[in-house]
């Protein structure tokens, strides 16, 4: 078996290359604003975001694209349950206007899928354009007894198994299984520690 590497470089005819690593803390301010450009203000009211909302992405799989240092592409996977089958939902994808013909959306997914399937994971799920999507192997053959929270069109909620039967039997609601984000810190309590001596 192949080891999974932990970035991907992709070179370009006429431009300079861009790597694939885990996304940062950094990387948030720009993520957003790539979303915001790619779905625009309503974004938080798709079907999807629905079980992303209140979530942090399962581990190890968010993941950024980064050209000349800057991060011009996004992509994050989130634990759910597929009708009582444990799942992942792919999403947002979201790529720089000015990089969509790099090849950096397709390498995002090809990275993801990769590291979802070497994490043990069965499936992954998606709402998304079949023609687009249809090239990762995503399909509908596995998600007609499948919903999602909301109203949606039922020709675009897609999956693909990574390990083959994983959505059999698959039936009813995708709900959200991930974890919920830490409690965030005080910021009384951080400058308390920060003022406190260190101890050896």
Known sequence: MTALRKT???????????????????????REALLDAGFGDNRHLRPCQR???????????A????????????VRLWHVS???VPALVLGPLAVDPSCRKLGIGAALIHHALAAAK??????????????????????DLKTGELSLPGAFERDRLLALELR?????????????????????KSQAGAKLRNLAPNVA
């Open 82 to 84: 597929a009708g009582g």
């Open 8 to 30: 991907q470089i992709a070179l370009t005819h006429d431009a300079a290359p861009f790597v694939i690593r885990g996304e940062r803390a950094s990387d948030v301010a720009a």
């Open 164 to 184: 083959e039967g994983a959505l059999d039997g698959a039936w009813g609601m995708i709900v959200p299984t991930g974890k919920a984000p830490p409690p965030a």
């Open 118 to 139: 070497a994490r043990g994971h069965g499936a992954v799920v998606l709402l998304g354009d079949a023609p687009y999507y249809g090239r990762f192997g995503f399909s």
């Open 51 to 61: 079980l992303r909302d209140g979530r942090v992405p399962a581990q190890g799989l």
């Open 63 to 74: 993941f950024s694209a980064v050209r000349e240092r800057r991060v011009v592409g996004t």
